[in-house]
């Protein structure tokens, strides 16, 4: 299980649109490093150290998974995003952002990249009054005083006014979702996406059990013969899966992604089912159904039939190989039937022809991001 750690980070600005610029660091804070909690007040200050414009200085609140090495990392590389420029010789200079780690836990670093807590930050106003507007009672694990009272006995005298504008936390994706349900055809890349996003989210993940089912590889034989047995197997297998693991929630876990919605038994059988068949088995969908915890969000992901023809070869499930373009496509048409038809889902549909997300970071962070805006 990976740690959670809370961190503060400090962030100034004194180039450009230093609103703009404070901003998008806290955004791409969200992104890159973790679920920002608490943003802090604006303060405006001057240059500390060198002549230079006026600064707009902050601190966020951050809840992150990632060691103090990639941290570091992640933090460069986003200043560098956004316009940073370091000096070579360590002088203080003017810069579109600066970002820095004030706190680590209550930890204490020394290493060649990384000093925490900051070794200046007790001399420095413009980020104790931001930290203690959202951090007063933590304590500094060296001096063992609360931040407030750090603050009392600075001995920087700068001037330092509160900024009226405040800055819009990014809501993290766990508190907007408590359940997500990812949905596609058949090798659209919904199991992928889904064990990537408990990974980086910490979340529980629900995988549909397929490879348990003895009626599987019988029906790509013989559909007429076992789509019957198997649809009904499926839908008793999805009810009884997300009945347990939606009934409650892990302690140290505050989202579930699923990798398909029990909706899908409906789809499938419409497809493969006679109709004296498909009446009974939709009386014993009904059923259930109204059992069943809806997701907060239904992803749709959309990939075109060339593509999942692809994608089905290449991960070679031997059953698998035989499935039609046309089967394909009928299978799609029920899903694009069923989304139209459910009014009160909150439902995304993304189109993944073009993207790989399994390979590439920044196709990955497009479809989180989807998700986060929609």
């Known amino acids: 299980m990976k740690i959670q750690r809370i961190i503060y980070l400090s962030l100034g600005s004194n180039q450009g649109n230093k609103l703009e610029n404070l901003q998008k660091a806290v955004n791409l804070i969200a992104q890159k490093i973790g679920a920002i909690l608490r943003v802090a007040p604006i303060y ?59 706190l680590f836990d209550d930890e204490i670093i020394f290493s060649k ?11 420095r106003k413009f980020v104790l009054c931001p ?12 001096e063992k ?17 509160k ?39 910490n979340a529980k993940v629900v995988l549909e059990r397929f490879a348990d089912n003895p009626f599987l590889p019988k029906f790509y034989e013989d559909e007429d013969r076992y789509a019957f047995p198997l649809e009904m197997s499926f839908l008793a297998d999805r009810y009884q899966q997300l009945s347990d693991d939606l009934a409650q929630f892990d302690l140290f876990k505050n989202l579930i992604v699923s990798d398909y919605y029990i909706f899908k038994s409906l789809i499938f059988a419409q ?10 088995y939709r009386k014993m969908f009904d059923l259930m159904y109204k059992e069943i915890t809806k997701p907060d969000l239904y992803v749709y992901l959309y990939q075109n039939t060339e593509r999942l023809l692809k994608n089905i070869e290449k991960r070679g499930r031997v059953y698998e190989q035989n499935i039609s373009a046309d089967y394909l496509k009928k299978i799609h048409n029920g899903y694009s039937n069923f989304i139209k038809s459910q009014l009160n889902l909150n439902t995304l549909i993304i189109d993944v022809s073009e993207l790989d997300f399994v390979n590439n970071t920044n196709e990955y962070q497009l479809i989180i991001n989807k998700i986060q805006d929609h």
């Open 271 to 280: 497809v493969t089912l006679q109709k004296e068949e498909y009446l009974l």
């Open 163 to 201: 900024v009226d504008t405040n800055l819009t936390r990014p809501i993290p994706l766990t508190e907007k979702y408590n359940y997500i349900a990812i949905e596609g055809n058949i090798g659209a890349g919904k199991t992928s996406l889904a064990k990537m996003m408990s990974d980086e989210f």
């Open 113 to 123: 990249e990384l000093i925490v807590p900051h070794p200046r930050m007790l001399e």
């Open 44 to 102: 405006k200050t001057p240059a500390l150290g060198f002549n230079g414009a006026t600064f707009f200085n902050t601190c966020v609140k951050v809840s992150t998974y990632l060691p103090p090495e990639a941290l570091i990392q992640r933090i460069l590389k986003i200043e560098e995003s956004l316009g940073r420029v370091r000096s070579t010789d360590n002088n203080y200079t003017n810069r579109t952002i600066d970002i820095d780690i004030l």
């Open 145 to 161: 005083k609360h931040i407030t009272k750090c603050l009392d006995v600075c001995k920087d005298n700068s001037e330092i006014h």
């Open 131 to 142: 930290l203690s507007d959202i951090a007063s009672d933590v304590i500094h694990p060296v």
